[in-house]
C-alpha cells in the first residue's frame, strides 16, 4: 500500500513451513525473560540510607525559600526580592510569598521531589567506585584555565 511519501510496502511470499507452537512459545519465554528486570518493581532505598544521602524534606525547602527571599531594610522595613514589593514585618512578607508566588513554590517543591526521586531509585547514574572508596575527581592549578574540548578552533568567548 502506498503511503504519503510514495515508498510502496510489499510482503514477500508466505513461508513455506509454517512456524510450530513451540517456536512460539520458545520467543515468548525468551522475550519475557529479556523485559522482566524492565518491568519489576524497583526497590526503593530505606529510609535511614536515603536521609544518610541527604533526602530533602518538602516543608523545610520552602521554608529556606521564605527565609532566603526576605529581607530586612531597616527597622519595621521588610523587603519581598521576587517582586521588589516592602512590608512591615516578616510575617506579612510570607504571606505575600504564599499568595503572590506560588509558582516559584511550586517549583520548589518540584525540584525537592524530583531530587527525592532521583536519590531513592536504586539504578540511578553514580560514579565507579575505585579500590578506596569514591574515585578523586582532578585538581586544577588556580592559576591554569581548563581547555575546552574543541580547542582554539570553533571561535567565540572561551
Known sequence: MPNRCG??????????????????????KSFEERL???????EALPEEEAQRLGRKDPEQELEKFVTANTQELGKDKWLCPLSG???KGPEFVRKHIFNKHGEKMGAVRK????????LMDPKRPALPEGKGGVTPTPQCHPDVTPVSPRGSQGGGNP
Open 7 to 28: 515508498i510502496v510496502h510489499v510482503r514477500g511470499p508466505l513461508p513455506p513451513n509454517r512456524v510450530s507452537h513451540g517456536e512460539v512459545m520458545e520467543w515468548q
Open 36 to 42: 522482566g528486570p524492565l518491568l519489576s518493581g524497583r
Open 85 to 87: 514589593k516592602k512590608f
Open 111 to 118: 525540584e525537592v521531589l524530583f531530587f527525592n526521586n532521583f
